[in-house]
């Protein structure tokens, strides 16, 4: 996303294609997760001083200062009307009910911030004019799904016949924008369709929520107030330059928006106008839409020229500690005995690269280069960035995988992945945090050291023979 990225996409399992990103769509055991920045304690804001105090009143039934209008209670049809899965203090029913109350108060405090970003009073009472939370999202935001799907089907699922085909139609329709932004930006066109193609299935998939009153009910109300509250001013921000409408600012309920899914902070931080019109649009535009991207790609840090990575074949007897530690060269990796599938050579020795063994030993084995690293900048999961850089690839023309998934093996539910942590910890395995239900390159190397006290093959794969293993003891104390 840049839309659930580092500051742009997000699912909450999106969840942030980088902070950005930041929320989007959970679709695997945490691979999908695209982690919110700035999840402090959140306040909301109330009361008003300064310019504030000059303007009382009451605009479209929205009471803008002094005494706030009484709020109706949320709908049932809206909200469950239930404590969040967190067990957050901000997430309880009492203090969503409350917050929901304080709506209008909370909103009248974020006047004089907007002030300071240039918002005008026209446009801050235009966009608050009549606005109510959404409570709804109070239920969405801290769902708790069991993820049960493996990196196979996830890939299988988002890098379809289907999805290729209508991939290279779009290449080949605005070919000349492609040319175009790839000489500008310097960004291999087929990575930036791929995100096209995975954020937004092609622009059919977008999401139907007003972001305004996404981002104004998630600064206000719920758990992560103090990093919505940014995406709500940067909302009013981009309202009140004219790049979009609020009709036009459509998209999922944390905030995202537009074909490759943009978070307000990041639209600012990255969105250009590449047709030239005076506005940046990310939404219609084909050719702000496609050079936005690649902007994003680009000050992420991506290296002209040079892929995302190459599936590789291991040796007999490989060491597998080596996979997920520091990059080396490549030609390190070769004298090690590995080598790049179907005897192709890699173009260039000096590039470095990591093992990432998504499956196991049993899995296929990828090399990821630099841009790797910045494609989960975008959304920071390894199988969404595994599948953009799949998807491109297979947009150019290149064969599927060749190695085979272990099918056969049963994917671990996220309440499975927490016990595996915490029977970890008890037998003295550092994860590096508290369980979360996240395999993530932490709980990988403290499931590496189990291993090889257990005598199994220390590729940090985390399996239900091995999470049995645990629960009977079957290990050596470390």
Not at 261 to 287: E, H, L, N
Not at 327 to 344: C, I, L, S, T
Not at 427 to 437: A, L, V, Y
Request: glycine share 10%; with cysteine; aromatic share 10%.
């Amino acid at each position: 996303m840049a839309g659930c990225r580092s500051g742009h996409r997000m699912t909450e399992s999106a969840d942030m294609r980088g902070g950005k990103r930041i929320l989007r769509v959970a679709v695997a055991a945490g691979l999908m997760l695209v982690p919110l920045a700035g999840i402090a304690s959140a306040q909301t804001q109330g009361g008003s001083s300064g310019i504030a105090d000059l303007f009382t009143g009451s605009i479209g039934g929205f009471h803008l200062f002094g005494s706030p209008a009484p709020a109706a209670p949320p709908s049932k049809s809206d909200w469950s009307g239930q404590s969040g899965a967190s067990g957050h203090p901000l997430m309880q029913a009492d203090a969503i009910r409350a917050a929901a109350a304080n709506f209008p108060n909370c909103l009248e405090g974020y006047w004089p911030d907007a002030a300071r970003r240039g918002v005008t009073r026209a446009t801050f009472e235009r966009a608050v004019a009549g606005l109510t939370p959404d409570l709804k999202i109070m239920d969405l935001m801290d769902a708790q799904p069991e993820f049960t799907k493996a990196i196979w089907d996830y890939l299988d699922m988002l890098v379809s016949d289907a999805r290729i085909k209508r991939g290279r139609e779009i290449l080949a329709a605005y070919k000349p924008t492609f040319d175009a932004v790839e000489r500008a930006y310097g960004v291999d066109r087929h990575v930036v369709a791929a995100i096209w193609g995975i954020e937004s299935n092609y622009s059919t998939a977008i999401g139907e929520r007003s972001v305004l009153r996404s981002t104004a009910t998630l600064a206000c109300v719920g758990r992560r107030q103090n990093y919505f509250k940014d995406e709500f001013l940067s909302t009013l921000e981009i309202l009140n330059r004219g790049d979009l409408t609020p009709d036009e600012l459509k998209g999922s309920w944390a905030g995202a928006f537009g074909p490759t899914q943009f978070m307000p902070t990041a639209f600012k931080r990255y969105a250009v106008d590449f047709d030239g019109d005076g506005r940046r649009d990310v939404v219609a535009s084909i050719p702000d839409l496609i050079a936005s991207t690649a902007n994003n790609l680009r000050l992420d840090g991506w290296k002209k020229g040079e892929t995302w990575g190459y599936e590789v074949m291991l040796p007999q007897g490989f060491d597998y500690l080596l996979a997920d530690a520091r990059p080396m060269p490549v030609r390190d990796w070769e004298r090690r005995g590995v080598a790049r599938v179907g005897g192709r050579k890699f173009p260039r020795g000096g590039d470095k690269a990591f093992l990432l063994l998504p499956a196991g030993a049993r899995g296929p084995a990828f090399l990821m280069l630099t841009n790797f690293r910045v494609i989960m900048r975008y959304n920071p999961a390894e199988a969404y960035a595994m599948a953009i850089g799949h998807l491109a690839d297979r947009l150019r023309g290149d064969p599927p995988f060749v190695q085979a998934w272990p099918r056969d093996e049963r994917v671990l539910t996220s309440t499975e992945r927490y016990e595996l942590q915490q029977l970890l910890i008890a037998h003295g395995f550092d994860i590096g945090s508290e369980p979360d239900g996240r395999i993530n390159a932490h709980t990988r190397k403290a499931i590496k050291r189990y291993q090889l006290s257990a005598g199994l093959v220390p590729d940090g794969f985390a399996t239900a023979g091995m999470l049995s293993r645990l629960r009977a003891g079957g290990y050596a104390r470390r």
